[in-house]
């Protein structure tokens, strides 16, 4: 730790050294025209002539400027020579004002109250509208509210920010992503290939591509992760919500979309910008296992025998806590550098950015370089064009994987690490069925010999041309560039963690190549006027079409003959495989959009906007491949018509409704048209037999066409005493038919799979967002505060059958996902007569108890047997126990500011979902192998739990067995409530008053302290045990209910499973203008 | 104005370029790395489709699940203690649809036989020999299929056409409409495949040999099942045909049991079929050295029936009589270590290459290998080639357990209380086939420096190992075996015939016939006496009966004592015979179900573990749960009785 500090320190101190020489270069400039001054002074009040302390009063264009005193007072210095200088007074909750000095030494200003509000500029996809006449639902979150919290991913920090907007944690390694879903799920989906051992297609994986928003950075559609994107470089994202406004998305738009606008040069002084933190990431808390006394009892309590290396270990009470050993504190670090600046014609921004992120497993971290530079340039009067180029290269680097954690959790406490010469003990489990585990401090000690890659080089690119026609007619074309190739390095040696070979000749190594572009071209017509002063009409056109290419190819390798070689060169390894069928892809799609808008607004009253789109897709099948999606929305400025005049409490009022069609293109390429897998075969041993294998997986569907999402949506925006309070409310209602799905087929019927446009689900919900100024003194202490809450209600109204369809895990009225088990009603206890009466199967005390309730066949009320007990437990005895749908989010973020002090909290509930802990389950039959392999069996070490014994009598978990396999109904113990109530931020900054910086030539300078996650506030999960965050971190894992085979069901859960445990993390950063 | 309307033309002229490239274009497929179902219609593509099913039935046949589950719950076998998944399928303690889903998997290959066998004749550019060769590879694979099928489930759909319209509905077929189409489809490979294996076909795939062995086995099931005299003729017809043309399909018998076994014969006159594998990880979807599994279609029968030796046994193990209870195969309280084995001191043996992986699943149910099925072990080798008893210390001083890949072959190992063992020389670690006084540190008053584990001591984790599919020439002990996977052997025929002449298709006495022969190779012997050096101290001699014929048999007096007469011949001694000859050869449970002796077996020879809960209604294992549900058009499909 403090050799990374130190570590750190250096390279903090090398960019400080290269800081310095910027700064003494500008502060020569600068000096150069600080030589003689004249004198202004003045007072700056409210409406009611009270003075406002704090408020900024600079030279317009400069960086020269002063603040306000406690009684609204100020004096400054204007240099001489500065040409006609204008004054710019500036505070939170007023509209700027210019004051023109004029030669005047003495300014008294009138500050009014802001309402910037209605006249602020919101991006609406394909371009810009003034917030008054915006018609659908738009949530916009500024920069300044993103970056509390330190985050190298924007949607990592838009959590808890956006009412509708849900955001679960997908990945706990350094790198990692979020899922997020706008205003819930509308597509069911199931694996629509086998998986195999290095697939990367996921049950989530469909669901994401299914019901994930669009991405748009700067007018182009991007594809993957916004970890390419240094949340530095984004000056705001848009979220449009309702159909109304996604509609011009048309099939991309029914997850909604997410608008990002990166920051752009101004003209003007050249500003240089300096953002920078450096922290600490700790584990909140490792995940309670038994410790060597209790790991010993558990073993006697199951009947399985202690090694005799463990009963060494015991007798010498060692008692090792394997995670302590290993996890680390690990440091952030990030700066960020951008110059922006221009004339009149010419604007540009540079900038650069390195973040890294160490991880708490060791030599697991991300690290990213990004590049990034913006130009907008005025050819002539009439023709402006622009680009925006984004480069970025980053390394994930995640030996030991994401099982780290379980792993350690596994290993018996009963071993010493280290052998008495201080080596480590490679492998502590000796004479134990676990033998070939190695000891997890080979991730330190023998870290050459694991490596575990992925480079992402990516460059995205943005071009527009902009051609004023007429007056108010416009052409503007945007030519999107997206370029990224993962290259995926693997090394795994003998002797260290997660190799179970001492054999240099069984090395393992592979390499993963996969390449992505995508070219968009946009063309637009863009018209404008105002007719009489009142009427402003707009309209849109566009004609875009769009190709996407995929490719990946894989290849491994056993027997690299040295640890150091890793995956470098393949040729000396004892022999090379190219992987299988889903790791070597040729993938491409094409899709071509027409698109017109139609805007009206009406004396800033009343707004409409119609707009219609028509989308063509590769991936449908031909003659189906158009489909159109109109929406139709108005709003009307209530606070704007004049029998409102006499309500001074209320300062805006504004009711919008919109309707509007969208969709998802949710399949992959070449869906329609059947597949047949492909695998090997070899007849006999020779070279001659080999042969190449053809299975039928799925039937072609020769008909396959656009589901469609059609959404109502009534929003009301509101301002009160003014605009003290603001906020709005959305009420919208979602309908999804022709829900492209892909199904399961009975067996028999000679293919696994095939896709239909079948079902169709609803939701609805509700978003509230206020936003206050709670106080506001006149000393400049000022308290305000953001509260969303939000719920959705998703549910299936009919599948492809006419009847629930369990196989599939879908039920008609419920939501999409749901557990569907038996229900565990306890722990069979002595004596119990049930143990008697149940004949099928026989249990015995100390085993899970689950109710008997139905008998076969019985499926629906009515049916004979249905809700009676017939002493078996079948899968007819299964019920739906839960789903994973919130039952609301809630927001809230608080800021006190005084006197150049900032500090500000933000807190994040989820609740009334479940989750499920694949850790303390265990899969009871089948190929799956998931949950937490041996739980209970005190074969391995395990979450510490109250488990059943004779004298031990709990309904908790039951009794530890070591020789019967796996606990009848295992799957029953994990579902938890998965609700929390968390702290995600809290930050505190101080701006360093201009008065101090002017002279340096500095413009602003903040500095902060900020924690991350630091507490969980409520959460039966954390209250019960389970692990110190309740936060889902995945999918998968899962496992089925004894005695079923829901393919694709437990792929869908929401997880927390034993993956790298959650952080909380402490940072200490400036924000630096000059 | 001049330079607008150049500016809207120079636009116009661009989009409409883009317009017309790109729509035509931009919205057609064209699939490079996947392939569609039209694939069938090219030469290649049938083959391809003929590798695929083969490639599926290896997705079964040789895989943990599938494998236990033709095992377990019969006579024959008990739990191990690795059982885990199994439990159920071991006690018949509620089994449900759920458990038991193997095979169904096995109809998308049906379906594309179906096609194979639909658009074969039309497929351009393929000559008259191919054609015929790829027919009769589909008519045995879809027989093949569909046998299995209707066995173990009964109630079946039957699809002879290629489906390529997607239905959520099905229903199932008469049984004897199932067998109907595999006879047909037998009688038409029969004709239409080669004598021997002819490539591409090669290694040991379908040949006409095949074919009557899988048609005499199908009409010997159909008679069991219809109680018809013909089929049983037809049986015994078809198999004595097979025996007779033997050699001109390659078959024959092996001189030594052993040698059946014997990697090198995996391809040799005795293996009829096979459900391949290869040594090459690419042709058999495994990494070596990363302790694979499951999930793919990978040979793990070497595993199946180790126990977990490294963990169990110390250098000073001793009884702990207080703890021994009556019946070791009891589903009662869980009792992990029933007959009071403890465990103690250095571990004899390393997990290595040799000493295998163990999975433990599945273990003998020694008792009735014993005392019924292999009770004549003097005369009937077939229990030592079966079973191996002998363990030699490989551990080194240290003592052993952990699984660093190699064995110390040479030098002192593991120093016990009764001396220290030779690595290579001294043996560790013996299943005696009788219960021997002292045991386990000595033989009398004997001391063993090993460890003696007598029938008693057996429990979940301590029992001889079924080496007949072991593998030694795995590079890593967590490998998976790639010897193929023998479905039929050609002693089968000769026991498939015995049993049809015996239920009526032949005579009593050709019954005896074709049981003598294969319990006359069976008494065949050779090879030397193992030799215990230094194991039982200095005085007493090696006793242990190995390969060689025991003191005063002769292969000639061995023949003579395992002859039998036609009135010797009983169903009861065909299914004992067919232990002896079969024994972990994954075809128990089907035996037993088709000869109508699964009840009776089971609750006269494993009473405790499988025999309390048991019901008539388990001969057909459960319509599995997918089918279940997702037959979701029309009516429901019927579950069998008793699910």
């Known amino acids: 730790m403090k050799n990374e500090i130190l570590l750190v320190n250096q390279k903090l101190r090398g960019l400080a050294n290269h800081l310095k020489l910027l700064l003494v270069l500008f502060a020569v400039l600068l000096t150069s025209s600080l030589s003689a001054q004249s004198v202004v002074k003045g007072k700056v009040t409210d409406a009611d002539g009270t003075g406002i302390p704090g408020v900024n009063v600079i030279i317009k264009g400069t960086t020269t400027g002063t603040a306000t005193d406690a009684d609204g007072a100020f004096s400054m210095s204007i240099p001489d020579g500065t040409a006609d200088p204008v004054l710019v007074f500036s505070f939170i909750g007023y509209t700027s004002q210019e004051q023109q000095v004029s030669g005047r030494s003495s300014i008294d200003v009138k500050m009014i109250a802001d309402t910037k509000e209605l006249n602020e500029i919101v991006v609406v996809g394909y371009g810009t509208q ?16 993103l970056q509390q919290t330190a985050s190298y991913n924007v949607i990592d920090q838009l959590k808890g920010h956006a009412a509708g907007v849900d955001i679960i944690s997908a990945s706990a390694v350094p790198g990692g992503e979020s899922q997020i879903r706008i205003r819930g799920s509308r597509t069911m989906v199931a694996n629509t290939q086998t998986p195999t051992a290095t697939s990367a297609t996921t049950d989530a994986g469909n669901a994401n591509s299914a019901d994930g928003p669009l991405l748009v950075v700067d007018g182009i559609p991007y594809s993957g992760n916004l970890n390419d994107i240094s949340p530095s470089d984004i000056a705001s994202l848009e979220i449009l919500k309702d159909a109304s406004a996604t509609a011009i998305y048309g099939s991309r738009g029914a997850g909604g979309v997410i608008l990002v606008t990166t920051k752009r ?139 780290v954690a379980s792993g350690l959790m596994r290993l018996t406490p009963l071993a010493s690490p280290y052998n008495p010469d201080g080596t480590v003990n490679l492998l502590p489990q000796v004479g134990g069925v676990d033998a070939n585990v190695f000891s997890p401090l080979t991730l330190k000690s023998n870290s050459g010999a694991l490596l575990s890659r992925t480079r992402r080089l990516r460059t995205f690119n943005s071009l527009y041309g902009e051609v004023d026609i007429i007056k108010g007619l416009k052409y503007r074309i945007n030519v999107g560039l997206d370029y990224y190739q993962d290259k995926s390095d693997s090394y795994l040696g003998p002797n260290v963690w997660g190799s179970g070979t001492s054999l240099q000749s069984q090395s393992q190594a592979s390499m993963r190549n996969s390449e992505n572009w995508q070219y968009t071209v946009e063309n637009l017509l863009l018209y404008e006027k105002t007719l009489n002063e009142k009427h402003k009409i707009g309209f849109t056109g566009l004609y875009s079409f769009q190709k996407n290419h995929y490719q990946t190819s894989y290849v491994t390798a056993i027997g690299v003959p040295l640890d150091i070689m890793q995956n470098t060169n393949f040729y ?24 017109g808008r139609l805007t009206y607004s009406y004396d800033g009253r009343l707004s409409a906007t119609a707009t219609f789109r028509t989308d063509g897709s590769s991936v449908l099948s031909p003659g189906n491949q158009y489909y159109s999606y109109p929406a139709l929305a108005a709003a009307w400025n209530i606070t704007n018509e004049k029998f409102m005049a006499g309500t001074p409490v209320i300062s805006n009022l504004k009711l919008r409704a919109g309707w509007g069609v969208t969709a998802n293109q949710n399949i992959n390429p070449y869906s329609t048209l059947g597949a047949l897998g492909t695998s090997v075969y070899n007849f006999g041993q020779g070279a001659s037999g080999q042969q190449v294998g053809f299975n039928l ?59 239909t446009n079948a079902g169709k689900t609803k939701g609805n919900g509700m978003e509230i967002s206020i936003n206050t100024i709670n106080i506001k003194k006149d000393n400049g202490f000022i308290w305000t505060t953001e509260f969303n809450y939000f719920f959705n209600r998703e549910q299936i109204v009919a599948l492809s059958t006419p009847s629930s369809d369990p196989g599939n895990g879908w039920f008609i009225g419920q939501p999409l996902n749901v557990i569907y088990d038996y229900k565990k009603i306890g722990i069979w206890q002595t004596g119990d007569p049930g143990l008697t009466t149940q004949t099928s199967p026989t249990q015995q005390a100390g085993q899970i108890k689950v109710l008997d309730w139905n008998t076969a066949g019985a499926v629906k009320k009515g049916d004979t047997g249905y809700g009676v007990a017939d002493n078996k437990i079948t899968p007819d005895d299964r019920m739906i126990l839960g789903n994973f749908q919130p039952k609301f989010d809630a927001g809230l973020s608080t800021k006190v500011a005084y006197k150049g002090f900032d500090l500000s909290m933000s807190f994040y509930a989820r609740m009334g979902m479940k989750v499920v802990v694949p850790y303390v389950t265990s899969e009871p039959a089948g190929s799956n192998y998931t949950g937490y392999s041996f739980f209970n069996q005190a074969r391995v070490n395990q979450l510490k739990v109250d488990y059943w014994t004779p004298t031990n009598p709990t309904n908790a978990y039951p009794q530890p067995n070591g020789s019967l396999g796996v606990p009848f109904y295992s799957s029953t113990l994990g579902y938890v409530d998965g609700s929390f109530i968390k702290c995600r931020t809290i930050n505190l900054g101080y701006n360093i008053p201009a008065a101090f910086l002017g002279k340096a030539g500095i413009s602003s300078l903040r500095v902060y302290v900020s924690a991350i996650n630091p507490f969980v506030i409520w959460a039966p999960f954390v209250q019960q045990g389970y692990g110190p965050d309740p936060e889902g971190n995945g999918y998968g894992g899962a496992i089925n209910a004894q005695g079923t085979t829901n393919a694709g069901t437990p792929g869908r859960q929401v997880t927390v499973n034993a993956n790298n445990p959650a952080t909380r993390q402490f940072m200490l950063g400036l924000n630096l203008k000059f | 104005m001049k330079q607008f309307r150049n500016i809207v033309g120079g636009v116009i002229l661009i989009a409409t370029m883009l317009v017309s490239n790109s729509c035509t274009d931009l919205l057609v497929e064209k699939p490079q790395s996947v392939i569609a179902p039209t694939a069938f219609t090219t030469p290649s593509g049938l083959l391809a489709g003929i590798s695929g099913v083969y490639n599926n039935i290896r997705g079964q046949y040789g895989t943990e699940g599938f494998t236990v589950a033709q095992m377990a719950g019969t006579d024959e076998y008990l739990e191990g203690n690795g059982s885990s998944s199994y439990h159920r399928l071991f006690t018949y303690n509620g089994i449900t649809a759920g458990d038991f889903s193997g095979g169904f998997s096995w109809y998308s290959d049906i379906n594309a036989l179906n096609g194979i066998l639909k658009l074969g004749p039309t497929t351009p550019g393929l000559d008259s020999a191919t054609l015929k060769a790829y027919l009769g590879q589909a008519q045995f694979l879809r027989a093949f299929l569909y046998f299995y099928l209707v066995q173990t489930y009964g109630n079946i759909p039957l699809h002879t056409d290629f489906i390529t319209v997607p239905s959520q509905a099905d229903a199932p077929a008469p049984p004897n409409d199932i067998y109907k189409v595999i006879v047909q489809d037998l009688n038409h490979a029969i004709n239409n495949l080669p004598n021997t294996p002819t490539a591409p076909f090669l290694g040991k795939a379908a040949t006409v040999g095949a074919a009557k062995w899988l048609l005499s086995k199908v009409y010997l099931t159909r008679g069991w099942l219809n109680n018809d005299p013909n089929d049983f003729t037809l049986a015994y017809n078809t198999a004595a045909d097979l025996i007779a043309k033997a050699t001109t399909y390659g078959l024959g018998l092996q001189t030594d049991y052993a040698d059946a076994f014997n990697p090198a014969n995996d391809y040799g006159k005795e293996t009829i079929f096979v459900s391949d594998h290869s040594n090459d990880p690419k042709y058999d979807y495994f990494l070596t050295g990363t302790a694979q599994a499951g999930g793919l279609g990978i040979n793990v029968t070497p595993w199946l029936g180790l126990s977990n030796l490294v963990s169990n046994v110390g250098v000073e193990s001793k009884l702990d009589p207080t703890k021994i209870v009556a019946d070791p195969s009891s589903i009662g309280p869980p009792v992990y270590n029933p007959m009071g084995f403890v465990s103690s001191g250095k571990l004899l043996v390393n997990r290595d290459i040799q000493f295998g992986r163990p999975f433990g699943r599945i273990r003998p149910n020694i008792s009735y290998l014993l005392n019924q099925a292999f009770a004549d072990r003097a005369n009937d080798s077939r229990y030592w080639k079966t079973f191996q008893v002998v363990w030699l210390e490989n551990a080194g001083s240290g003592g052993g357990g952990n699984s660093t890949l190699n064995g110390v072959y040479s030098g002192p190992g593991v120093q016990g209380t009764r001396g220290t063992l030779q690595c290579g020389v001294d043996t560790a670690i013996w299943f005696s086939d009788y219960e021997v006084p002292g045991a386990p540190q000595s033989k009398g008053s004997w001391p063993f420096k090993g460890i003696i584990a007598t029938p008693n001591m057996q429990y979940g984790n301590l029992y001889p190992y079924m080496k007949k599919y072991a593998d030694p020439s795995r590079p890593n002990q967590n490998d998976p075996s790639t010897r193929p996977f023998v479905i039929a052997r050609f002693s089968e025929v000769y026991l498939i015939a015995a049993e049809a002449a015996f239920k009526g298709g032949g005579t009593m006495q050709q019954a005896a016939d074709m049981l003598n022969v294969v319990r006359q190779r069976a008494a065949y012997r050779t090879g030397k006496a193992y030799a215990p050096g230094g194991a039982f101290g ?59 002796s699964l009840i009776s077996r089971v609750k006269t020879w494993n009473a405790a573990q499988a025999g309390t809960l048991i019901q008539p209604t388990h001969v057909l294992r459960p319509i599995p749960l997918d089918q279940m549900l997702l037959v979701t058009v029309g009516p429901g499909y019927p579950q069998n009785p008793g699910y």
């Open chain 2, 538 to 596: 200095t005085a007493l001699p090696a006793t242990m009966v190995g390969d060689p014929y025991p003191a005063g048999i002769t292969l000639g007096t061995a023949q003579a004592a395992v002859t039998i007469t036609s009135a010797q011949v009983t169903l009861d001694f065909i299914l004992d015979e067919r232990t002896r000859e079969f024994y972990g050869e994954a075809m128990r449970w089907l035996d037993l179900v088709r000869t109508k």
């Open chain 1, 130 to 145: 003034l917030k008054r006449d915006i018609t659908g639902a738009i949530v916009k979150v500024q920069s300044d509210v």
């Open chain 1, 697 to 755: 997986n799925s039937l072609p569907n020769n008909s396959l066409k656009w589901q469609s999402t059609s959404q109502w949506n009534v929003g009301l925006d509101f301002g009160i005493i003014e605009n003290r309070i603001t906020g709005a409310i959305e009420v919208y209602n979602q309908q999804t038919s022709n829900i492209l799905l892909p199904i399961s087929l009975p067996p028999t019927n000679g293919a696994g799979t095939t896709f």
């Open chain 1, 265 to 403: 040069g101004t003209s003007g002084k050249t500003v240089f910008s300096y953002d920078g933190y450096y922290g600490t990431s700790k584990v909140m808390k490792e995940l309670r296992v038994f410790n060597g006394a209790e790991f010993a009892q558990f073993k006697k309590d199951a009947n399985y025998a202690l090694t005799p290396a463990e009963q060494a270990a015991q007798a010498a009470n060692v008692s090792t806590d394997w995670q302590k050993l290993i996890y680390q504190n690990a440091p952030i670090t990030n700066h960020n550098l951008n110059v922006t600046g221009g004339s009149d014609k010419s604007k540009y921004s540079m900038g650069a950015n390195y973040f890294k992120q160490g991880g708490i497993i060791p030599n697991q971290d991300y690290t990213r370089y990004t590049l990034r530079s913006t130009m907008d340039h005025q050819l002539s009067n009439r023709i402006k064009v622009g680009i925006n180029t984004i480069n970025t290269v980053s390394y994930q680097n995640t030996p030991g994987g994401s099982g």
């Open chain 1, 572 to 595: 000396p390894a004892q022999s090379t495989t190219v992987g299988g069928q889903y790791d070597n892809v040729f993938q491409e799609r094409g899709l071509i959009s027409y698109m």
